[in-house]
């Protein structure tokens, strides 16, 4: 779990809703950095990668990482990703995204945070996210360093 005291404001969340292709991946593959970081959070949070699996990779691609991989449906996957962290428990959710299907999930949860990578995000979802960042490996590292998260987000 991770605990990060904002004043007028407490934000604990035990696990992070990560999109696969164009946050954590590019044409399905992993970007350089992210597993190492995927390793530090899976110590602290359960790991989970939702993906409608364009390139048909995520499962190949994740392997060996400790986490918990779920396809979605690539016509409806804003509403499932949506669905899954409320089940999930979507007040204790870091999301992390940067499609369109990625909107619902990251205005649904804790703390949202918006990637804005080599593929670049959609503008409803940059409307919806608590946190913007122009690299995955910064906003995993915005995870990992609490005092990072206070700094940008207090009043």
């Known amino acids: 779990m991770l605990?990060?005291?904002?004043?007028?404001?407490?934000?604990?969340?035990?696990?992070?809703?990560l999109d696969f292709n164009g946050t954590i991946a590019r044409d399905g593959r992993l970007l350089p950095g992210v597993a190492g970081r995927l390793q530090a959070l899976s110590g602290r949070l359960k790991v989970y990668i939702l993906t409608a699996d364009t390139f048909s990779?995520?499962?190949?691609?994740?392997?060996?990482?400790?986490v918990v991989l779920t396809t979605v449906d690539n016509r409806a996957g804003g509403p499932d990703k949506e669905r899954i962290i409320t089940e999930l428990g979507a007040e204790h959710t870091a999301a992390i995204g940067n499609g369109a299907n990625d909107?619902?999930?990251l205005g649904r949860?804790?703390?949202?945070?918006?990637?804005l990578g080599p593929e670049g995000a959609a503008v409803q979802t940059l409307l919806q996210a608590d946190v913007v960042f122009t690299s995955i490996l910064d906003a995993l590292d915005f995870l990992l360093k609490p005092r990072r998260?206070?700094?940008t987000l207090r009043p």
């Open 3 to 17: 605990i990060y005291e904002i004043p007028g404001r407490r934000i604990e969340i035990h696990q992070v809703v």
């Open 57 to 66: 990779t995520a499962a190949s691609a994740c392997r060996h990482l400790p």
């Open 103 to 105: 909107a619902q999930m």
């Open 109 to 115: 949860a804790a703390l949202g945070l918006l990637v």
């Open 149 to 151: 998260v206070v700094a």
